[in-house]
């Protein structure tokens, strides 16, 4: 089969939107792009994470240095449906534009990024280097696709990278991780008249979010890129009835890292503070259930100039080489990496767009991104030789 008329690559992002892999069910998404690339003579393989998550890896090229290109399969929920125009699983052009959910974050991304290799196997551009697909689960929560994806080395042979995370105004070639923490709170319930009989899970926690906020202080280290690292605690709950002791309460922080204050840091603060707090009475326990570490590379590479390069051919536009207080799969996939490392954030859609009600990106500019990364990554490779 020969290139991909515009109405099929159209078709095949309202494909991917209609699938629902809401922090789930990548596994579809990964049968249909096996099913497409395989149509088009390329075989992808399925790599299964659980019964409905997976991962999916295909290549073209015979030899040479590894552009490893990816993006992620899983969107965010819909949110409350009544409030969207549209109908977020069934994606809706109007005025140019193509609504519905992941259209921005990221399916016209991941499906541009498929697309491109069909286009340059069809055309035979490929000529040195190859081209490896990682299309990965989980990316909206934990990281766990791209986790597995490094855990299996298939980024031990890659030379450069790409990631078509909504970034059509901007290049982004390094940005701040991102942790999430839970401390929960054993207490003992009682009688609001009789607190001695218990003990209010609730108090141990308040002072720990306190100390907390309070040491951050001295973290006063900022990175020249990615700016200081920033500190938040975001939930807080506990107890069910105003007239008893609760006897469990938790809380939740985020936390954006940079490399001079980094996640292991980060935990060593916070076990330290929970030392410090504890007594002989409360039972606090600490979960870091999401860490992923900061991206840092220089951006001063080819991969950055040629993707300016092609913006201003594609789109016409002169764009920025930035960094981004956002996170990406390249925090699990480059932590072997090192600060000279090609890495950019790339693709169609603007980030202001993601997790939006009535979510959209402009078709001509996910049209655009499949020809700009048609010519693109062929013409990176063999610029390596």
């Known amino acids: 089969m020969g290139k991909l008329t515009d109405t099929e690559i159209v078709n095949i992002l309202s494909d991917l939107v209609r699938i629902k892999s809401v922090n789930d069910n990548e596994i579809e998404v990964c049968h249909y792009l096996q099913d497409l690339l395989a149509a088009h003579n390329i075989p992808a393989q399925i790599i299964k994470l659980s019964e409905t998550r997976?991962?999916?890896?295909?290549?073209?090229?015979?030899?040479?240095?590894?552009l490893a290109i990816s993006g992620?399969?899983?969107?965010?929920?819909?949110?409350?449906i009544s409030k969207w125009?549209?109908?977020?699983?069934?994606?809706?052009?109007v005025d140019g534009k193509l609504y519905g959910r992941g259209t921005a974050d990221m399916k016209s991304g991941l499906a541009a990024l498929v697309i491109s290799m069909i286009q340059i196997q069809a055309a035979g551009t490929l000529n040195y280097g190859k081209i490896r697909l990682l299309a990965t689960a989980g990316e909206e929560i934990v990281g766990e696709g791209a986790k597995a994806f490094h855990q299996q080395g298939y980024m031990d042979?890659?030379?450069?990278?790409?990631?078509?995370?909504?970034?059509?105004?901007?290049?982004?070639?390094?940005?701040?991780?991102?942790?999430?923490?839970?401390?929960?709170?054993?207490?003992?319930?009682?009688h609001s008249s009789m607190p001695h009989l218990g003990f209010?899970?609730?108090?141990?926690?308040?002072?720990?979010?306190?100390?907390?906020?309070?040491?951050?202080?001295?973290?006063?280290?900022?990175?020249?890129?990615?700016?200081?690292?920033?500190?938040?605690?975001?939930?807080?709950?506990?107890?069910?009835?105003?007239?008893?002791?609760?006897?469990?309460?938790e809380t939740e922080f985020n936390i954006r890292t940079i490399p001079e204050h980094d996640n292991?840091?980060?935990?060593?603060?916070?076990?330290?503070?929970?030392?410090?707090?504890?007594?002989?009475?409360?039972?606090?326990?600490?979960?870091?259930?999401?860490?992923?570490?900061?991206?840092?590379?220089?951006?001063?590479?080819?991969l950055v100039q040629i993707a300016q390069t092609f913006a201003m051919k594609y789109l016409n536009t002169k764009l920025e080489a930035q960094a981004s207080p956002g996170?990406?799969?390249?925090?699990?996939?480059?932590?072997?990496?090192d600060e000279q490392f090609p890495f950019i954030m790339f693709g169609p859609g603007n980030v202001s767009q993601a997790h939006q009600v009535d979510e959209h990106v402009d078709k001509a500019i996910y049209l655009s991104f499949v020809k700009l990364f048609s010519e693109m990554f062929p013409t990176y490779l063999q610029n390596l030789k």
């Open 157 to 190: 042979d890659v030379s450069a990278l790409i990631i078509a995370e909504p970034s059509e105004d901007r290049i982004i070639y390094a940005h701040k991780g991102s942790m999430d923490i839970r401390v929960t709170s054993k207490g003992k319930a009682a």
């Open 85 to 93: 125009h549209y109908d977020p699983f069934v994606m809706t052009e």
């Open 72 to 80: 992620h399969m899983d969107v965010v929920s819909e949110g409350d």
């Open 200 to 249: 209010n899970a609730i108090k141990p926690l308040i002072k720990f979010v306190y100390t907390v906020d309070e040491g951050f202080k001295d973290f006063t280290q900022t990175n020249s890129l990615l700016g200081p690292p920033i500190l938040n605690a975001t939930i807080f709950k506990g107890g069910n009835q105003v007239n008893s002791l609760p006897e469990h309460a």
């Open 264 to 302: 292991n840091q980060f935990i060593s603060y916070f076990k330290r503070i929970l030392q410090q707090v504890e007594s002989t009475e409360s039972q606090l326990v600490m979960d870091t259930y999401m860490s992923r570490p900061p991206v840092f590379t220089t951006g001063d590479n080819s």
């Open 327 to 337: 996170v990406t799969d390249a925090a699990d996939l480059l932590v072997d990496k």
């Open 54 to 66: 997976a991962n999916l890896v295909a290549e073209i090229g015979e030899h040479g240095p590894v």
